[in-house]
């Protein structure tokens, strides 16, 4: 498995090796040792999510607040992504960047996102299964959200080919200038 560091350091993009012919394929989609060795710290994970989503439903942007902010680690099993983590630390030196790319099942990409950023993404394919690894467990007191356009940050959401289509609470989110970490 290698990996790439993003515009935000602390991000990462893992490439699994896939092994593929004509019945299929296969690849290891999480391997601890070789992980952390990548993040450069141990990681306990505690909690696997999966949901599913149709073409332009944008998810986000999420985090949990201190003490049960949450890394994630995260893919796509079917369909396509673009995800998107937002650097909310204060006092960070990428304080208000954010990073993104592509996943989808056919690149198997992975993306993790340590905890302190925001997160989110929208979905390109007509559905995408979207899974994700938290190293905290859902607390609903202390979750939050960022303005999934905020000018501010200027995230480069591609077009999905319809309207992005968002939760109330998302479409309600306060911008990085109003939000209280």
Same mark, same amino acid.
């Given at each position: 498995?290698?990996?790439?560091?993003?515009?935000?350091?602390?991000?990462?993009?893992?490439? $699994?090796?896939?092994?593929?012919?004509?019945r299929?394929?296969?690849?290891?989609?999480?391997?601890?040792?070789?992980?952390?060795?990548?993040?450069?710290?141990?990681?306990?994970?505690?909690?696997?999510?999966?949901?599913?989503?149709?073409?332009?439903?944008?998810?986000g942007?999420?985090?949990?607040?201190? $003490?049960?902010?949450?890394?994630?680690?995260?893919?796509?099993?079917?369909?396509?992504?673009?995800?998107?983590?937002v650097d909310?630390?204060?006092?960070?030196?990428?304080?208000?960047?954010?990073?993104?790319?592509v996943?989808?099942?056919?690149?198997?990409?992975?993306?993790?996102?340590?905890?302190?950023?925001?997160?989110?993404f929208?979905v390109?394919?007509?559905?995408?299964?979207?899974?994700?690894?938290?190293?905290?467990?859902?607390?609903?007191?202390?979750?939050?959200?960022?303005?999934?356009?905020?000018?501010?940050?200027?995230?480069?959401?591609?077009?999905?080919?319809?309207?992005?289509?968002?939760?109330?609470?998302?479409?309600?989110?306060?911008?990085?200038?109003?939000?209280?970490?």
């Amino acid at each position: 498995m290698k990996f790439e560091r993003t515009e935000i350091p602390d991000v990462l993009i893992f490439e $699994p090796k896939v092994f593929g012919d004509e019945r299929g394929f296969f690849m290891e989609s999480y391997n601890q040792r070789l992980f952390e060795q990548a993040v450069g710290h141990p990681v306990a994970f505690v909690q696997d999510n999966h949901s599913r989503s149709t073409r332009g439903v944008l998810r986000g942007l999420h985090f949990q607040r201190a $003490p049960h902010a949450q890394g994630k680690l995260v893919r796509v099993a079917s369909g396509a992504v673009f995800d998107v983590a937002v650097d909310i630390r204060p006092g960070s030196a990428t304080y208000g960047r954010w990073a993104g790319a592509v996943l989808s099942a056919e690149n198997h990409r992975q993306m993790w996102i340590p905890p302190g950023l925001a997160h989110g993404f929208l979905v390109l394919s007509d559905s995408a299964d979207f899974l994700y690894k938290t190293t905290d467990y859902y607390a609903p007191q202390a979750e939050g959200s960022l303005r999934w356009d905020d000018p501010a940050i200027g995230i480069d959401w591609p077009d999905a080919g319809v309207p992005a289509l968002l939760s109330p609470k998302d479409a309600a989110a306060p911008c990085l200038s109003e939000l209280t970490v």
